[in-house]
Nanobody, 124 residues
Framework: QVQLIESGGGLVQAGGSLRLSCAAS????????MAWFRQAPGKEREFVSA????????RYSDSVKGRCTISRDNAKNTVYLQMNSLKPEDTAVYYC?????????????????WGQGTQVTVSS
């Protein structure tokens, strides 16, 4: 089992920044691909970004590419999502997820572990 706890969400004005954190416990953190998804009211959960085991390989959705940076600290069992130039359409609950593979990385159904989510609200 892997437990994931997100933090860092909040209310920010358009153009602002937030850094989300996801602390993991329970298994060897460096064995897991980590990802961020988000879900806005009335919409399906969508892929935001993912980072492979060592952190060298990353992927971003087109909607956040160039504005967000994913990183991980395997010594601290934590993955981060730095979000800049935030837009109102970024408003959503952001979830951290973990799995042991890097294929089909954008498919939420393939992730084994999920956090409880953290709310991000961007005002215009």
């Amino acid at each position: 089992q892997v437990q994931l706890i997100e933090s860092g969400g909040g209310l920010v004005q358009a153009g602002g920044s937030l850094r989300l954190s996801c602390a993991a416990s329970g298994r060897t953190f460096s064995d897991y691909t980590m990802a961020w998804f988000r879900q806005a009211p009335g919409k399906e959960r969508e892929f935001v970004s993912a980072i492979y085991l060592s952190g060298r390989n990353t992927r971003y959705s087109d909607s956040v590419k160039g504005r967000c940076t994913i990183s991980r600290d395997n010594a601290k069992n934590t993955v981060y999502l730095q979000m800049n130039s935030l837009k109102p359409e970024d408003t959503a609950v952001y979830y951290c997820a973990a799995r042991t593979s890097f294929i089909y990385i954008e498919d939420a159904a393939r992730y084994d572990y999920w956090g409880q989510g953290t709310q991000v609200t961007v005002s215009s």
